[in-house]
């Protein structure tokens, strides 16, 4: 192929399809913001934390633009959920404790709660 004769492609994503290609990016955000504190950044999540609230905030007010769209903002909800956790780690326990076990701490999955309807945590079970 000839450089000089290069030729503009025009690609047509339909509007549905691009939000949902969006709320795919906030699992790798997630993802990154997890990796970065075992990589010493303890700043990166919270600059994370700040663009998946503004994304969700944003989503949100798109409801119904898609049908898979609700599965999409319960992963982005859970996937802010998990950052605002690490952010809470490392502005609680982050002087207390090395990076490596910050780290450890972050990847533990807890149990499970019993909810409600509402989502809200049912103790009496």
Same mark, same amino acid.
């Given at each position: ?11 047509y ?7 949902l ?6 699992g790798?955000?997630?993802r990154?913001?997890?990796?970065? /504190?075992? &990589? ?14 503004? =994304?969700? #905030?944003? !989503? ?14 319960s ?7 998990? /950052?605002? &956790? ?12 090395p990076?490596? =076990?910050? #780290?450890? !701490?972050?990847?533990f ?17």
């Open positions: 192929m000839n450089v000089a004769s290069s030729t503009l492609l025009t690609v994503i339909p509007p549905a399809e691009y939000v290609g969006i709320s795919d990016v906030a790798e955000l997630m990154i913001a997890v990796h970065s /504190v075992g &990589a010493g950044d303890k700043e990166m999540p919270f600059v994370i934390c700040r663009t998946l609230r503004e =994304l969700c #905030t944003a !989503m949100s007010s798109l409801y119904g633009i898609a049908r898979d769209l609700p599965q999409k903002l992963s982005l909800r859970q996937s802010l959920a998990k /950052v605002e &956790a690490a952010c809470y780690a490392i502005h609680v326990r982050g002087s207390e404790l990076d490596h =076990l910050l #780290t450890n !701490m972050l990847s999955k807890p149990a499970v709660l019993p909810t409600d309807d509402l989502g809200s945590v049912d103790l009496d079970q």
